[in-house]
């Protein structure tokens, strides 16, 4: 492997040779992406476990922020290995076209965290029925393919089919991999981005509410609970307004929503409305009122919402855990410096789109574009 990265990133000539294959489509396509966008966002889940056991790692993590501040603006490169699955004679296997694209978006939307995501070998194309349409049943199947030098990604039909709208979820322990839904990888809900967030010791910012989310009728305008649990997190602490108990992060139990300052109380208030604004008048157990959740937060459980981002103290978090040495598996490959390919290429042939009509192939010609590997 080269000791740059060029076009595993965002190479725009690889996009105008896709949009112009599938330029007959695009109407078609258009119609199918919004629909699933939209359903994507209200109705999946995520299937991570976040008890304390989880938690540990940001614990840790967090005694070494200052190390992560005083580095400034580095370049932290990620070594991605996807395990592509299908049924045992091969049907149902999501694109290489689309993996890319979805490799390039990531980028795009971690470019300003300084973290940076190449392919860390050749595509894994498994045919596997079992472990495509239950993801969660073949773990054992899962660790006998993976890549020891990278963030694994198993991409399968069904991660979890004994649970409800499981999107994707990261497995922590010894098997710290990501097992995902085709259908999800890429989309505008951020769900990739979300289960990288878990890899890297993130968890929900409505961590303990995922079950029974807030609403009036359940928890009243005054919240006088202090404690909430869930299937993923077992009992935890509701995070006050004052910030009193948002960094409890002891060993002791239980532990205060995500752990982090910077992210607002989050009662679940984006799963419970199917949106992405604030729209309830709710207060702590301290009767203190809750302004503004950060519902458009990549960790929370909003929908269509426009600009996802993560929080300053996320992004600490998730740098400490790259820099950390249960981290260092990913740190052992030789890419150091980072050069997109940000030129497009020149499409030589055809000439006029407009004038192909519809034939078994089109012959594409192009200059070549400078470190470019493919296209």
Not at 190 to 202: A, K, M, Q, S, V
Not at 308 to 332: C, E, L, P, T
Request: proline residues 4%.
């Amino acid at each position: 492997m080269q000791n740059n990265i060029q076009d595993v990133f965002c190479p725009y000539f690889y996009q105008n040779f896709f949009e112009m294959k599938l330029l007959a489509q695009i109407s078609l396509i258009s119609v199918v992406i919004f629909s699933s966008f939209s359903l994507v966002s209200q109705n999946s889940q995520c299937g991570t476990d976040q008890s304390d056991a989880f938690m540990e790692d940001l614990i840790r993590n967090k005694k070494n922020w200052d190390n992560v501040i005083q580095k400034g603006a580095v370049d932290r490169f990620v070594p991605v290995q996807f395990h592509s699955l299908a049924n045992n004679d091969g049907t149902g296997r999501l694109s290489q076209d689309a993996i890319r694209a979805a490799l390039c978006q990531i980028n795009e939307r971690f470019d300003s965290l300084e973290m940076r995501f190449y392919l860390a070998g050749p595509i894994n194309e498994r045919n596997n029925s079992s472990a495509f349409t239950n993801g969660n049943a073949n773990h054992s199947f899962f660790r006998s393919i993976r890549n020891p030098e990278a963030i694994n990604v198993y991409i399968v039909e069904s991660p979890r089919p004994s649970a409800t709208n499981v999107a994707g979820y990261y497995s922590g322990g010894n098997n710290d991999f990501i097992v995902i839904n085709k259908d999800f990888l890429g989309d505008d809900g951020y769900t990739f981005e979300h289960e990288i967030g878990h890899f890297f010791t993130l968890s929900h910012t409505h961590r303990g509410w995922e079950d029974v989310p807030y609403s009036p009728d359940v928890y009243g305008d005054t919240v006088r609970i202090t404690s909430i649990s869930s299937g993923q997190t077992g009992s935890i602490g509701v995070e006050l307004v004052n910030g009193d108990n948002c960094g409890n992060l002891g060993w002791q139990s239980p532990l205060a929503g995500d752990g982090l300052c910077d992210t607002p109380p989050d009662y679940g208030f984006g799963q419970s409305c199917n949106c992405c604004f604030f729209q309830f008048d709710v207060w702590d157990s301290n009767n203190e009122k809750i302004g503004m959740p950060m519902l458009n937060n990549v960790m929370s459980y909003s929908s269509n919402c426009g600009d996802w981002n993560f929080s300053q103290q996320q992004v600490f978090a998730m740098k400490a855990s790259y820099d950390s040495n249960r981290r260092s598996y990913i740190r052992g490959g030789n890419i150091s410096t980072y050069n997109p390919i940000t030129e497009p290429t020149t499409i030589l042939a055809p000439d006029n789109i407009s004038t192909i009509e519809e034939y078994d192939g089109v012959l594409l010609q192009w200059e070549a574009v400078p470190n470019a590997e493919q296209y």
